[in-house]
């Protein structure tokens, strides 16, 4: 039974009954019969009217930190997560940019990025970096989430057909709203009123650095919303599956969805043409190894690229699928758009990209943006984290 003199002292504030314990294993404790000014003890009932007003408070909206398991990670960490996360993703992209645009095939080059990936985290789970658990019933919800990766870059493509590049870029800035509703819809969840209108810059910044000509179809423009929301559900599924229910690691989740990804890029490769061999005979084609038709049909001097890139693309999904787990999926639709802002600084250095007056205005727009949200966001982790953090402390230091 709780202590009344505390239980009155913090129930109050937090609105909920003092003598609620969601929790009937705990009543059964040994912990509820130390003295009751025992230190540990007095910890143990405000972390049982916490839960109880969590409980309490479920259909009302919680902070999404406490949802994507963001408010556990220290600041720090995750600066050095994102700081990784950027060097990774601006290296590969300026990498295509400069040695790989004349393999104009993105669902084989998806397939072969999987590829590199399965056989990095398989050659990480031989040497006991991670153990694959057993999967179970949830085999059918790694095979949704490799597919939905597949298919957001099939869309992505597609809708590319229907509008100009300046206009999908503008359409798929707005993944961060995306993500906003999906969390509130389907989590309940909320942020605070500083991040929302630190992200109207943001989106409105990308829009006016890739100002152009601005074109789509009706067909194209849904298309083009489509991919902005799968990217969003593609972000929150892979914070969801390392955070929450199946709780993988990083490498794990990449090495089960890259296994699975690479059959399905080759089929939307067939379907799209890519895999069109018209320069051989079917007899030919049939009696090559695949490694032998790459051979022919990539010019030898790509060979060592594409090797490197495979390399690249490998590392940039531990980085990203680990600093997702860590600063939460609105933090990396929001690093998106600042990576593509910075794609745009880095072209302009190294390949001098004309850059006109709107387009500037959108970058510094884009960057400042970014700056707020991430110190509205780090000060609103040191207020949701130090209280936990204090706690383990002072429970820790009653033990000793």
């Not at 202590?3 to 009937?24: G, I, R, Y």
């Not at 409105?204 to 849904?222: E, Q, R």
Request: net charge positive; charged share 10%; glycine share 6%.
């Amino acid at each position: 039974m709780a202590h009344p003199q505390l239980a009155h002292s913090v129930a109050p504030e937090l609105n909920c009954s003092p003598t609620t314990t969601p929790f009937q294993t705990r009543a059964a404790s040994p912990v509820h019969h130390l003295p009751s000014q025992h230190p540990r003890f007095e910890a143990e009932v405000a972390i049982d009217s916490m839960r109880s007003f969590i409980q309490s408070r479920t259909t009302e909206k919680v902070d999404v930190s406490l949802v994507d398991g963001s408010a556990t990670v220290s600041n720090s960490t995750k600066s050095q997560a994102l700081a990784l996360y950027f060097v990774f993703n601006l290296g590969l992209t300026l990498f295509n940019k400069a040695a790989m645009n004349k393999f104009p095939y993105p669902y084989l080059m998806t397939a072969y990025h999987g590829l590199a990936s399965f056989i990095g985290t398989s050659v990480l789970k031989s040497r006991g970096f991670f153990t694959a658990s057993q999967l179970g019933g949830s085999r059918v919800t790694l095979y949704g989430f490799s597919f939905l990766y597949t298919i957001n870059i099939a869309i992505s493509n597609a809708s590319l057909a229907m509008v100009t590049v300046p206009y999908h870029q503008v359409v798929r800035a707005t993944t961060p709203v995306f993500t906003i509703l999906i969390y509130r819809v389907f989590f309940q969840g909320t942020y605070s009123n500083t991040i929302y209108w630190s992200l109207v810059p943001v989106v409105i910044g990308v829009g006016l650095a890739t100002y152009g000509d601005y074109y789509a179809s009706t067909a194209g423009l849904l298309l083009t919303i489509l991919g902005a929301f799968l990217a969003a559900l593609k972000t929150v599924a892979t914070n969801r599956l390392q955070t929450a229910g199946l709780h993988f690691s990083a490498l794990e989740l990449l090495y089960r969805m890259s296994f699975l990804a690479v059959p399905q890029a080759l089929a939307m490769s067939w379907l799209a043409g890519e895999m069109n061999m018209s320069t051989f005979s079917w007899s030919v084609a049939k009696t090559i190894a695949f490694d032998k038709i790459l051979v022919l049909t990539i010019p030898s001097g790509q060979v060592g690229c594409l090797i490197l890139n495979g390399m690249m693309a490998f590392g940039l999904n531990v980085v990203s699928f680990t600093t997702n787990k860590k600063v939460g999926a609105l933090t990396m639709t929001v690093a998106a758009n600042v990576k593509q802002i910075m794609t745009i600084v880095l072209s302009q250095l190294f390949w001098n990209l004309d850059i006109g007056m709107i387009n500037a205005t959108g970058i510094g727009l884009t960057l400042a943006g970014g700056a707020l949200y991430a110190y509205f966001s780090m000060r609103k982790a040191v207020k949701v984290v130090t209280p936990v953090e204090d706690m383990v402390e002072y429970m820790e230091k009653a033990d000793e």
